[in-house]
């Protein structure tokens, strides 16, 4: 039986960590997630075009920290950081009057990151491209960039057929199933004529390998001189 596991929630205790940072009692707990998926909607329309992968939250006391991880920072920023301060007066708002701070991280390998690989496909099959041209580009392209393995699966009318249908392509190693493997996944959805396709995207990252502390050679120890006997 194929039981699908969000591949980030099943590593949260081991390698990943939460999107949304905090604490909360229960009466302000449906207020502070009702204003994280407006703050993160607010932000992913706003910079549609900044490729961004993922948004964090921190929240303190009377503070929000919004960190945004995208490929092309200089979008986000802005000229003379006109964005940014448009979007702290605006997410403030959202958030009652909260001090707001905004950090950008830069993704500098796009190709690796399974959000803007899927978002990517989605693009072009709005565009109206093959589908299958569309995906062999896709998991080749991340191959090349030195991925362990990618698996791309997309659902829906596909080629403007009227009975939908699901195509993958798979390259490489990707062990879901293997707690300690870095997995990376992204979802996306192309609004197409014919209606919606979902794309979904697995990545398995390449591990950092630490650093092996260096072995010296001793110097092997003198034989013992032999005793004489009388």
Known sequence: MGQKVNPIGYRLALTRDWRS??????KDLPEFLHADLKIRNYVKSK???????????ERAWN??????????????IGRKGSEIEKMTEEIGRMSNGKSVKIDIF??????????????NVALQLERRISFRRALKKSVQTTM????????????????????SRAEWERKGSVPLHTL???IDYGTA???TVAGKIGIKCWICVPQEKEAEPEKTADAPAPLPEPVATA
């Open 106 to 119: 830069e993704i500098k390998t796009p190709e690796l990151d399974a959000q803007l690989v899927a978002e």
């Open 180 to 182: 300690r493997t870095p």
């Open 189 to 191: 959805e192309a609004n």
């Open 144 to 163: 090349d960039f030195g991925a362990v393995g990618i698996k791309l699966r997309i659902a829906g009318r596909l080629g403007g057929a009227e009975i």
């Open 21 to 26: 940072r905090w604490f909360a009692s229960k």
């Open 47 to 57: 910079l549609q075009l900044a490729a961004v992968a993922k948004i964090g939250i």
């Open 63 to 76: 503070s929000i920290r919004v960190t945004i991880h995208t490929a092309r920072p200089g979008i986000v």
